[in-house]
């Protein structure tokens, strides 16, 4: 089948996009506005975008707690998903009152960083603290139709690892278990890992 984006007729169920581009990490983003008041919330939309220096980018539906947090305080927390915080992960994703605490309601502990200002979830295997480097919507082919999305652009700064997940030395996805966000409803944890070294021309 194929069908084009500008009506979106495609006939099934539900749109396939995002089960397209699957599976995505999850940024389970921690901010804290100059007030004080904190949020919490998952974002299927995070990846890493640079190794140097360290970038990672978060984006939103429209300026949520989080991007409006981040931007006032200029910096956030990516804090690491794994397969015995997905229950915890999913509550703090709550249409929640602005200054109320996910952490509080998804029985989360926060814990002060050690760089930024933004809490990070203490029970997280690891997190990344980041200060904010540029936020932006993006352009798209209607230059009269911007994206409903803002992306928020973060420099790593410092990162959190708990010993427990390491052996000799390298983080051990199987003892990690990250989640990540497939389409519709859909997670899933890694089960299985592989090795495959990336071929030289050089070498035929």
């Given at each position: 089948?194929?069908?084009?984006?500008?009506?979106?007729?495609?006939g099934?169920?539900?749109?396939?996009?995002k089960?397209?581009?699957?599976?995505?990490?999850?940024?389970?983003?921690?901010?804290?506005?100059?007030?004080?008041r904190?949020?919490?919330?998952?974002?299927s939309?995070?990846?890493?975008?640079?190794?140097?220096?360290?970038?990672?980018?978060?984006?939103?539906?429209?300026?949520?707690?989080?991007?409006?947090?981040?931007?006032?305080?200029?910096?956030?927390?990516?804090?690491?998903?794994?397969?015995?915080?997905?229950?915890?992960?999913n509550?703090t994703?709550?249409?929640?009152?602005?200054?109320?605490?996910?952490?509080e309601?998804?029985?989360?502990?926060?814990?002060?960083?050690?760089?930024?200002?933004?809490?990070?979830?203490?029970?997280?295997?690891?997190?990344?603290?980041?200060?904010?480097?540029?936020?932006?919507?993006?352009?798209?082919?209607?230059?009269?139709?911007?994206?409903?999305?803002?992306?928020?652009?973060?420099?790593?700064?410092?990162?959190?690892?708990?010993?427990?997940?390491?052996?000799?030395?390298?983080?051990?996805?199987?003892?990690?278990?990250?989640?990540?966000?497939?389409?519709?409803?859909?997670?899933?944890?890694?089960?299985?890992v592989?090795?495959?070294?990336?071929?030289?021309?050089?070498?035929?």
């Amino acid at each position: 089948m194929f069908y084009t984006t500008d009506d979106n007729r495609h006939g099934l169920p539900h749109d396939p996009f995002k089960a397209i581009v699957a599976p995505r990490p999850i940024g389970w983003i921690s901010t804290c506005d100059p007030s004080g008041r904190v949020n919490l919330a998952p974002y299927s939309f995070f990846n890493a975008i640079c190794d140097q220096p360290k970038l990672v980018m978060f984006s939103s539906v429209g300026a949520k707690d989080s991007v409006t947090f981040a931007e006032r305080s200029g910096n956030f927390v990516a804090n690491f998903v794994s397969e015995h915080l997905a229950k915890q992960m999913n509550a703090t994703s709550v249409d929640a009152p602005r200054g109320e605490s996910e952490f509080e309601y998804a029985g989360l502990t926060p814990v002060a960083s050690t760089l930024v200002s933004a809490p990070r979830v203490a029970e997280a295997y690891a997190a990344l603290e980041c200060r904010v480097t540029q936020t932006f919507v993006p352009e798209t082919l209607d230059a009269n139709a911007p994206a409903n999305a803002i992306l928020v652009v973060g420099q790593v700064v410092g990162i959190h690892i708990d010993e427990q997940i390491l052996t000799e030395g390298l983080v051990d996805v199987a003892k990690a278990r990250p989640v990540s966000r497939l389409g519709y409803l859909d997670f899933a944890t890694t089960t299985t890992v592989f090795s495959m070294r990336r071929p030289r021309w050089s070498q035929g």
